[in-house]
């Protein structure tokens, strides 16, 4: 008979404590976290859910949130990122961890811009509403985990390049976060080239290839200026070179007043295959796009 009474008191707990989940739950204090991964210069964004009770406090009491990165005891844990404008928050995290979500309605959200090898290990999460709320989540932590950076950038090619005629080229980095520092593009090609319009993720460049920028290499370069991280991808350039052939002249002889008329009948297009064209010596431009342009 005690058994059963103590199952359904906690079976009446816990189904109260789901239902207070979003207007914090009566005497309950508890995270909802799930470990994050990134790659190094990218963002890793941390959705987090927080409960407290209503003790003390009323919908118009503002809530202070604070994540700490663990240490090897608790005052070494070290503050890096809170909504509390007379929190101090360590030097290496500032401008790039950024608690997002509101405590006040129980968001703990977090996001980390320009992520580092270094930020990989292990935070916790602290709340303060009114004189009584005033507690530090240290059964629910958060892992985070900053691996290297594996994305290449993606070459996108307008149409058939064609020699002597401008062609536009896109290098875009879509798996970089628009929040985070903006990226640097490079490129470098042996043909002749003028930048375009940039975006905060994409580089546009303009070629105007010549027979012997067959088969060559574009490379388009990406650096992320918050970690000095680099990654690249090049392609070899197919050039087709369009010329006009006569395919059928005839002439036409007027003995009258011992005049001679040429009559040139239709051409037509026909492409040439580049090996077959004079060739000359290449040379490497090399053009940037940083985050100012």
């Not at 190094?40 to 994540?67: D, H, I, N, Q």
């Not at 320009?114 to 303060?128: H, K, L, N, Q």
């Not at 490379?219 to 006569?246: A, E």
Request: aromatic share 8%.
């Amino acid at each position: 008979m005690l058994l059963l009474l103590l199952a359904l008191l906690w079976g009446t707990e816990g189904a109260e404590g789901q239902r207070g989940a979003g207007r914090g739950p009566q005497g309950h204090y508890w995270l909802q976290v799930q470990d994050a991964k990134g790659q190094e210069g990218l963002c890793v964004r941390v959705s987090c859910r927080c409960f407290y009770p209503r003790e003390g406090w009323s919908e118009s009491t503002p809530a202070l949130g604070y994540w700490f990165r663990k240490g090897a005891g608790v005052q070494q844990d070290v503050l890096v990122a809170t909504n509390n404008p007379d929190g101090k928050v360590r030097q290496e995290s500032q401008g790039r961890f950024r608690l997002f979500g509101n405590p006040q309605d129980y968001d703990c959200s977090l996001d980390v811009r320009d992520a580092r090898r270094g930020d990989s290990g292990t935070y916790v999460f602290r709340v303060e509403r009114g004189p009584s709320v005033r507690y530090t989540y240290t059964r629910d932590q958060l892992s985070v985990r900053v691996t290297a950076l594996t994305q290449t950038p993606d070459i996108l090619i307008s149409g058939t390049l064609e020699s002597g005629r401008p062609s536009n080229l896109t290098c875009s980095v879509p798996w970089a976060c628009a929040w985070g520092t903006p990226p640097i593009f490079s490129w470098t090609s042996a043909a002749l080239a003028s930048l375009g319009p940039k975006t905060h993720l994409s580089s546009v460049l303009t070629l105007t290839p010549r027979l012997q920028d067959h088969g060559t290499d574009l490379t388009c370069q990406v650096t992320l200026p918050g970690t000095g991280v680099t990654t690249m991808r090049t392609i070899h350039l197919n050039v087709f070179y369009l010329y006009k052939k006569t395919f059928n002249v005839y002439f036409m002889l007027c003995l009258k007043k011992h005049r001679v008329q040429v009559v040139e009948g239709p051409r037509e297009r026909e492409t040439q295959n580049p090996k077959q064209a004079p060739g000359s010596e290449l040379s490497a431009h090399s053009l940037m796009q940083g985050s100012n342009s």
